[in-house]
């Protein structure tokens, strides 16, 4: 019969070489490490931003480079093994190719998926042939991978793949909401980067008030390389009365600028399950999405009942589709309870429990 005090004792190692990006993904790690602390699994994450982060936390190089990561995934393999760690959670894609170093080691390995591993596509978005089977091959050294996103048991397998979502605190649903506060019909929250595809988004709101008789609007929050772009079509398209750009907000705040919308957008090119979808569903946001959006558009479309609208951008020449998004806005109300219902079955509880039972 196992120990059970010695399993408990096993430390764990989140091991994430992200830098200078703060996003979904990070958010869930920092809490992921949180609740498995609160639960009796002493857990750290590995990073070279160690400030960022409000839970435990081990310092590292940054490690940018490919043959950084390699040598430093050596080093900290070696390091740990001493210490007691028993157990390294590799965060996301850019990890998982490291997965036999820590397995020669010793480690309980585990990976954890925000994204979907696909090839490259039109867009310039997904992996290169060569990346893509080596991270298939590389994924037969993790005891098991947790998938934030449903498209990678597709790729790696359901055997080797456990679905369990992104979640969304218990804090978003209690913050009171305040009367009459929906200014904008539309709010984006995202990191001004490429692969959010926010001029997709412009496009459509530019052909929708030229199709209409009143003028919709929008708030988008966020920062990032595309800030720049982003303000120049804004101003290009004559949208500068339409929208209004602000810079990221103290995570607190979230909540009253989720009310403050009537419905919640993702253009992205792709997702896994984005964080921000639960959250506007907790506050009783409907969502429109790209079909490109990862498990965002089934979320909308198929989980349970239906939230929100998808698109892609061949809707943006259909008239119906602005007609049917009109009325989709102007029925905002009627989604309320169903987005808050299925908002809360991604609670911390329900996605956090599987991987305490893996550490366990």
Same mark, same amino acid.
Request: some cysteine.
């Given at each position: 019969m196992?120990d059970l005090?010695k399993?408990?004792?096993?430390k764990?190692?989140?091991y994430?070489?992200?830098?200078?990006i703060w996003? #979904?993904g990070?958010?869930?790690?920092?809490?992921?490490?949180?609740?498995?602390?609160?639960?009796g699994?002493?857990?750290y994450?590995?990073s070279?931003?160690?400030?960022?982060?409000?839970?435990?936390?081990? /310092?590292?190089?940054?490690?940018?480079?490919?043959?950084? !990561?390699?040598?430093?995934?050596?080093?900290?393999?070696?390091?740990y093994?001493k210490?007691?760690?028993?157990?390294?959670?590799?965060?996301d894609?850019?990890t998982?190719?490291?997965?036999?170093?820590?397995?020669?080691?010793?480690y309980?390995?585990?990976?954890?998926?925000?994204?979907?591993?696909?090839?490259?596509?039109?867009?310039n978005?997904?992996?290169?042939?060569f990346?893509?089977? &080596? &991270?298939?091959?590389t994924?037969?050294?993790?005891?098991?991978?947790?998938?934030?996103?449903k498209?990678? *048991?597709?790729v790696?397998?359901?055997? /080797?793949?456990?679905?369990i979502g992104?979640y969304v605190p218990?804090?978003?649903?209690?913050?009171?909401?305040k009367k009459?506060?929906?200014?904008y019909?539309?709010?984006?929250?995202?990191?001004?980067?490429r692969?959010?595809?926010?001029p997709?988004?412009?496009?459509l709101?530019?052909?929708?008030?030229?199709?209409?008789? !009143?003028?919709?609007?929008a708030?988008?929050?966020?920062?990032g390389?595309?800030?720049k772009n982003?303000?120049?079509i804004?101003?290009k398209? #004559?949208?500068?009365?339409?929208v209004?750009? &602000?810079d990221?907000?103290?995570?607190?705040?979230?909540?009253?600028?989720?009310?403050s919308?009537?419905?919640?957008?993702?253009?992205?090119?792709?997702e #896994?399950?984005?964080?921000?979808?639960?959250?506007?569903?907790?506050?009783?946001?409907?969502?429109?999405?790209?079909?490109?959006?990862?498990?965002? !558009?089934?979320?909308?479309?198929?989980?349970?009942d239906?939230?929100?609208?998808?698109?892609?951008?061949?809707d943006?020449?259909?008239q119906?589709f602005?007609?049917?998004?009109?009325?989709?806005?102007?029925?905002?109300?009627?989604y309320? *309870?169903k987005?808050?219902?299925?908002?809360?079955?991604?609670?911390? /509880?329900?996605?956090?429990e599987?991987?305490?039972k893996?550490?366990?």
């Amino acid at each position: 019969m196992k120990d059970l005090s010695k399993v408990i004792k096993a430390k764990t190692l989140i091991y994430s070489t992200t830098h200078d990006i703060w996003g #979904g993904g990070l958010i869930y790690i920092e809490q992921l490490c949180k609740y498995m602390n609160l639960k009796g699994v002493e857990m750290y994450i590995f990073s070279s931003q160690p400030e960022s982060f409000t839970c435990p936390t081990k /310092k590292m190089d940054s490690v940018q480079s490919k043959k950084k !990561r390699f040598f430093s995934a050596i080093a900290v393999a070696r390091k740990y093994k001493k210490e007691n760690f028993k157990n390294i959670i590799l965060n996301d894609l850019s990890t998982l190719w490291l997965a036999p170093i820590f397995k020669i080691y010793g480690y309980n390995v585990i990976s954890l998926l925000h994204l979907n591993l696909q090839k490259r596509n039109e867009n310039n978005f997904g992996h290169s042939i060569f990346q893509y089977y &080596l &991270l298939k091959f590389t994924s037969k050294f993790c005891n098991i991978i947790f998938s934030v996103g449903k498209r990678n *048991q597709d790729v790696f397998g359901k055997d /080797k793949v456990k679905f369990i979502g992104n979640y969304v605190p218990d804090w978003f649903f209690d913050t009171p909401k305040k009367k009459d506060t929906k200014k904008y019909d539309f709010v984006i929250i995202a990191r001004l980067s490429r692969e959010k595809n926010i001029p997709l988004f412009l496009d459509l709101l530019k052909n929708m008030n030229n199709n209409s008789a !009143r003028k919709y609007n929008a708030l988008i929050v966020g920062r990032g390389p595309e800030k720049k772009n982003i303000e120049d079509i804004i101003l290009k398209k #004559g949208l500068s009365d339409n929208v209004i750009l &602000l810079d990221w907000i103290k995570r607190e705040e979230l909540p009253e600028v989720y009310d403050s919308g009537k419905c919640f957008v993702i253009s992205s090119y792709h997702e #896994g399950f984005a964080t921000t979808i639960l959250e506007s569903h907790a506050r009783g946001m409907p969502a429109i999405v790209t079909k490109s959006s990862g498990f965002c !558009r089934e979320f909308v479309e198929k989980f349970n009942d239906e939230t929100g609208i998808t698109f892609e951008s061949e809707d943006l020449n259909d008239q119906k589709f602005y007609y049917n998004l009109a009325k989709f806005i102007d029925d905002y109300k009627y989604y309320e *309870q169903k987005c808050i219902t299925k908002a809360k079955i991604f609670s911390e /509880k329900n996605v956090f429990e599987p991987i305490l039972k893996t550490l366990k």
